[in-house]
């Protein structure tokens, strides 16, 4: 069975473009997370889809977006990049809610660089 | 929000040693998980555990959610074992998803 797969592995950018990130869950799970790893910051949860809506995000500028399709793979959009958007961005997905006692998996990761 | 440290954050040990990691958390959990991020970014899951013992070969967890901590520990490490080991617990106050402790970050020498 496939674990979750993000895309790109790495991508570079340059200061005020937009990138764009994408994830495809393991089968049969509908819940999909992302986490922004910046250097010296930890895992900062950035948004949660569930069913197709967005359900909760975290403490990231409005430029930070996303959407979830209907076979529940999903991608992340980073409008007017900066350079400290430079990180390490992780997928994970969950076949139920976290909440609910479910357990996440995440992906490799998409390593984005802002220059 | 709820609080998640884990101590020590820095940890150096000989291939062969013994290891805790300890996680403590500020409120009530209804969900904790143990993973270990490997040089190269990825997060393997190691552990669900909100309450209780689990033993997975020469790693094992223990959650005492009553006193708000868990410990993972690490017998006769290799050096595969090298990485960050993080706690990340749901507290069930509404919002989903996972809040993650800074880490343990473990080197094991040869």
């Known amino acids: 069975e496939a674990g979750v797969t993000q895309s790109p592995t790495h991508l570079i950018k340059t200061r005020g473009q937009q990138a764009t990130l994408r994830c495809s869950p393991i089968?049969?799970?509908?819940?999909v997370y992302w986490y922004q790893q910046a250097l010296g910051l930890g895992l900062q949860f950035l948004l949660w889809y569930d069913e197709g809506e967005e359900r909760n995000r975290g403490n990231f500028p409005p430029r930070f977006s996303g959407r979830q399709f209907p076979n529940y793979s999903s991608e992340l959009n980073v409008n007017a990049l900066e350079l400290e958007d430079s990180a390490l961005y992780l997928c994970?997905?969950?076949?139920?809610?976290?909440?609910?006692?479910?357990?996440?998996?995440f992906g490799e990761g998409s390593w984005l660089t802002v220059v | 929000g709820i609080q998640v440290e884990q101590s020590p954050p820095d940890l150096i040990l000989q291939e062969g040693a013994n290891s805790t990691l300890r996680c403590n958390f500020s409120d009530s959990v209804n969900n904790l998980q143990w993973f270990h991020q490997n040089p190269w970014g990825q997060l393997i899951n190691l552990f669900y555990?909100?309450?209780g013992t689990k033993q997975n070969g020469r790693l094992s967890a223990t959650t005492v959610a009553t006193e708000r901590y868990s410990l993972l520990y690490i017998s006769s490490s290799q050096t595969t074992d090298s990485g960050v080991y993080f706690c990340?617990?749901?507290?069930?106050?509404?919002?989903?998803?996972?809040?993650f402790g800074k880490g343990t970050h473990l080197i094991i020498q040869p």
């Open positions: 990340a617990v749901n507290s069930g106050g509404g919002a989903d998803g996972l809040t």
């Open positions: 555990i909100p309450s």
């Open positions: 994970a997905s969950s076949w139920g809610r976290i909440i609910s006692g479910n357990t996440i998996y």
């Open positions: 089968s049969g799970h509908t819940s």
